[in-house]
Nanobody, 124 residues
Framework: QVQLAESGGGLVQAGGSLRLSCLAS????????RGWFRQAPGKDREFVAA????????YYKDSVRGRFSISRDNAKNTVYLQMNSLKPEDTAVYYC?????????????????WGQGTQVTVSS
């Protein structure tokens, strides 16, 4: 059974930093795409960042580019999201996702597996 488990969320002041982790178990995703999404109250789930399996190419939502950084450690089957210069509008539940494909997409419907989510709250 495949499981994704996020950790690292919390409450931080604007301008602060957090590092999210997502550990996968049940299968390896070394060659496949891993992603991060977020969902704020009353809003749709939106793409934040993704990383390819083979080349490690990264992709970002425009509003987080330059502030967030996605990375992966295939030996640990883990993906990370380093979030710097956090803003109140970054407040949301953050979800990690994985897809059994090498094609990166920002569409949440394209992902096969999801974590349970971790709350990130940025105070002003």
């Amino acid at each position: 059974q495949v499981q994704l488990a996020e950790s690292g969320g919390g409450l931080v002041q604007a301008g602060g930093s957090l590092r999210l982790s997502c550990l996968a178990s049940g299968r390896t995703f070394s060659n496949y795409v891993r992603g991060w999404f977020r969902q704020a109250p009353g809003k749709d789930r939106e793409f934040v960042a993704a990383i390819s399996g083979s080349s490690g190419s990264t992709y970002y939502k425009d509003s987080v580019r330059g502030r967030f950084s996605i990375s992966r450690d295939n030996a640990k089957n883990t993906v990370y999201l380093q979030m710097n210069s956090l803003k109140p509008e970054d407040t949301a539940v953050y979800y990690c996702a994985a897809k059994i494909s090498t094609v990166v997409t920002d569409n949440p419907n394209g992902y096969n597996y999801w974590g349970q989510g971790t709350q990130v709250t940025v105070s002003s």
